[in-house]
């Protein structure tokens, strides 16, 4: 048995090599992604009694792993360490396709040779709350698999908790099935997780950085529902995508300026200003939809620079959903359209197993499409998320190869 395989050289089903190739991130590295993701040769990792080991044929890259490489806001390696962990390396990636290559002794959902894909919600089995069955995204043990965990989908093998494992929709390539899990479940939970505020047929949801991974999945789900999407981007070049992936109008945020934190509501002139450019998006949402329509739903990422916006824009008894502050931390709202409308400002993070599996089911059915943007070799990881930290990415999701040795193969057509 070799110690150490290349990619795509196919160890033995079941058979573990020592050692492996993985992407890392270490804190005297942190900035730039382009500098800070570097290749090297870590041990493949032991597995836990509730653990699986994945063969990672692709993977999906995300925002998180931008974060992970600043090591801004969060140093994940020192809290790692800080939580009893040794290793000073952080071996990311939070979306994958692949084969389950181990499981651990207590492993029943999934064997050896399954093929899957791997959502990112990782708890502690032992976790109170978790063993009293609450949706266990509202536990104290939770964690992003491939962020805040170690041995994610950016190696040759991957470490996850069994029940993350979801059957691998067999219609997709690796690549397809390998980039949208994280995006999908995200933004499935935001939009069908929160009732009675789940997309219900022909309700308008608003939809920022649409041409996003997260907004065209937001876009695709929508449509897949029943719902109307009205998706925001930055350039008319990306409105065709928008529409192919089920936008039922676009508006271009950079025909405004009112973006930023709320201005101070007792200045008069500064606070006129704003809401003259608040009326005038919301007009031209409304003639986007071709409809004096106002989004029941807004789903929201980019915070401190829309979140103002997108409260005055929704309407009276909606709800504005969030899981990011892309744009900064600092929310700012007024709050009489909040409370005279009584509307709802939710937080949402990543999904449970249910969310995962209804996402993927959609997904495996034809009515959501994973939006792949484009597929990039192994050694495209850092200038991957280089792209996407500059916002130049390509619209959708993006893939790298990992063990697949070529483009389009994976699925059973
Ligand atoms: P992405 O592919 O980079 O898309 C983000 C979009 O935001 C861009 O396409 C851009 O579109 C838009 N945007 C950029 N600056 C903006 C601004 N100033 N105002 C309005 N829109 C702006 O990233 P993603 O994968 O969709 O992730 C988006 C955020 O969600 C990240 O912060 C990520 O970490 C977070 N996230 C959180 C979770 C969770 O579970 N909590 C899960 C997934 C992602 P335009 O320039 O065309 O407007």
Redesign the pocket.
Known sequence: MADLYDLGERPPLGEVPKRMHAYLVRQSRFGQPRDAWKREVIPTPTLGADEALIYVMASGI???NV?AALGAPLDVIAERQKAGEPEDFHAGGSDCSGVVWAVGRDVRNVAVGDEVVVHSGWWRADDPWVRAGKDPMLAESTRIWGYQTNYGSYGQFARAQAHQCVPKPRRLTWEEAGCYL??AS?AYRMLMGWPPHVVEPGDVVLV??A?????SLALEITRAVGGRALA????DA?KKFCLDHGAGGVVN?SQFAH?GPLPDTKDAKAYGEWAKGARAFGKACWDALGERVSPRLVFE??GE??LPTSVFVCATGGMVVI??G??GYNATLDLRYHWMRQKRFQGS??SNDAQAAAVTKLVAEGKVDPCLSKTYGFDDIPECHQL?LD?K?PYGNMAVLVNATKPRQGAAR
């Open positions: 995300n925002y998180n974060w994280l995006c995200t920022w950085g041409a996003g991974g997260l907004g925001v981007v930055s350039d990306k945020r973006w990422h980019p620079a829309t899981c990011a892309t744009t993070h990543l996407m916002n990415h």
